[in-house]
């Protein structure tokens, strides 16, 4: 957060005793959680009703995947569905027993949850900037 527009310095492990699938993991965390406080924000303008569907610009729709079969729901429900799961799935004491390693049959969930908080991101920055753009200042 010294420079955030240095992206670089801010995807590369530092260099060191850190295991990067332990900074993978305490990034998704802390993404999940700043996900968290962003819905909170959009709780008014992000409705059913606004949103009904889960889209990024008028070229991607996304389906659902916390259901049995993934399925369309609003883009409030879609993000709260998939935060509720990121949440789960990272303070699952089954997958990530301890913050100091993470196994690597664990780690494997990294990219398909970074595709999926992508999602929420793209949906907000085109769907919702004045939103991204309060909220980004504000970090």
């Not at 492990?13 to 993991?25: E, I, K, R």
């Not at 908080?117 to 769907?127: E, P």
């Amino acid at each position: 957060r010294e420079d955030p527009s240095d992206v670089e310095r801010l995807c590369t492990p530092p260099s060191g005793a850190v295991d990067p699938a332990v900074w993978q993991y305490e990034h998704l965390r802390q993404f999940v959680a700043e996900f968290n406080l962003l819905l909170v924000v959009l709780g008014e303008e992000c409705t059913p009703a606004s949103c009904p569907k889960m889209t990024a610009s008028n070229e991607w729709q996304y389906l659902c995947a916390a259901h049995r079969k993934p399925k369309d729901c609003s883009a409030i429900d879609y993000m709260t569905h998939t935060i509720d799961g990121a949440t789960a799935l990272l303070c699952s004491a089954r997958h990530f027993a301890s913050r100091e390693s993470v196994p690597e049959d664990s780690a494997k969930y990294f990219q398909s949850l970074a595709r999926r908080l992508y999602r929420i991101f793209a949906h907000v920055f085109f769907h919702h900037r004045a939103i991204f753009e309060r909220t980004e200042a504000e970090s």
